[in-house]
């Protein structure tokens, strides 16, 4: 059975980095899709970036910021995050679905905090 397992998360100030995994465990072939979301108090959930084989799209308000990245050998996703905002603050997911397997998979939930 696979799973996803989310590290990185934590207390940044303004303008700080941070850089979230999101790691796959069990028997799979290749990371096809890969993706972040998150969801801050109130608010609904919101795609921040996403990758696949031929394409990487970011929501306006991350752009020039974050980073998503995949590597298929270690089984696991990224997000570098820099130059974070207070409005950053929320829960990221990450959301990977694998070659094979038409399932969304998601990860529990890491939580960033932006703040001085």
């Known amino acids: 059975q696979v799973q996803l397992v989310e590290s990185g998360g934590g207390l940044v100030q303004p303008g700080g980095s941070l850089r979230l995994s999101c790691a796959a465990s069990g028997s799979i072939v290749s990371i096809n899709y890969w993706a972040w979301h998150r969801q801050a108090p109130g608010k609904q959930r919101e795609l921040v970036?996403?990758?696949?084989?031929?394409?990487?799209n970011y929501a306006n308000s991350v752009k020039g910021r974050f980073t998503i990245s995949r590597d298929n050998a270690k089984k696991a996703v990224y997000l570098e995050m820099n130059s974070l905002k207070p409005e950053d603050t929320a829960v990221y997911y990450c959301n990977v679905r694998f070659g094979g397997d038409l399932r969304d998979y998601w990860g529990q939930g890491t939580q960033v905090t932006v703040s001085s």
């Open positions: 970036a996403a990758g696949s084989l031929f394409i990487t």
